[in-house]
């Protein structure tokens, strides 16, 4: 059973209210179409301010996701797996995908095909994290050249790839077993670092380094 949650309007609060760091960009180069994507400090609105605010941007690159005022309010909502959506009254909207961690909410928002966003950090892979059981043995030498003997970093590097990728079939992890989905060689891209990710299909990956961690970010494209 889906749920419900009616988006407030971001221009009611303030930006301190709001907290949100800027508004970036892929180009529709680096996955095949333009993607935004924002966080802001997690608390019990962020995900509605996240999607409210991604939508005025997606409005400006793409006429046809305009909000006009008048218009029905936007509505997020969850779908059978667990994987959000937003609705404009009673037209679907744009993919939408949210991740958290360290504090933050990410979302990422794209006009057409299915996306995913996931932020990972060393932390989750210190210790005896039990490397082998989410990664094949030639994932974990992308994870010791990636991450430059830091295995931890090099292995949130990867699994964020993972979880962007599984979230962009709209399934996440209900369907897949980690050592299912294959992280590709990696390969320089615009300001971060390609994947090919195969998922059940080859889904192109963007990841770049967020402090102390990663954000990837993939998109499924529309058949």
């Not at 509505?75 to 360290?102: D, N």
């Not at 989750?124 to 830091?150: H, M, Q, S």
Request: with cysteine; glycine share 12%.
């Amino acid at each position: 059973m889906s749920t419900e949650t009616r988006a407030p309007d971001p221009s009611a609060r303030s930006r301190d209210q709001i907290g949100h760091a800027a508004i970036r960009t892929l180009a529709a180069g680096v996955l095949g179409e333009s993607v935004v994507f924002a966080s802001t400090p997690s608390r019990l609105e962020a995900g509605q301010d996240l999607a409210s605010m991604l939508m005025q941007a997606m409005g400006k690159m793409d006429p046809c996701w305009r909000i006009l005022p008048g218009s029905p309010p936007l509505t997020l909502y969850k779908k059978a797996l667990g994987q959000p959506g937003i609705l404009l009254g009673s037209r679907p909207g744009p993919s939408l995908s949210f991740s958290h961690g360290e504090g933050q909410t990410w979302a990422a928002i794209c006009g057409t095909g299915s996306i995913g966003i996931d932020v990972a950090h060393p932390q989750a892979f210190a210790g005896a994290y039990p490397l082998a059981r989410a990664f094949r043995p030639e994932e974990l030498d992308i994870v010791k050249i990636l991450g430059y003997n830091d295995i931890p970093r090099g292995a949130a590097l990867l699994w964020s790839a993972k979880e962007a990728a599984v979230k962009a079939t709209g399934t996440g992890f209900n369907r897949f077993d980690p050592l299912d989905v294959r992280v590709g060689v990696p390969h320089l891209k615009a300001q971060g670092i390609g994947f090919e990710v195969m998922a059940g299909h080859p889904i192109p990956t963007w990841a770049t380094s967020e402090g102390q961690g990663w954000i990837s970010i993939a998109l499924k494209r529309a058949l």
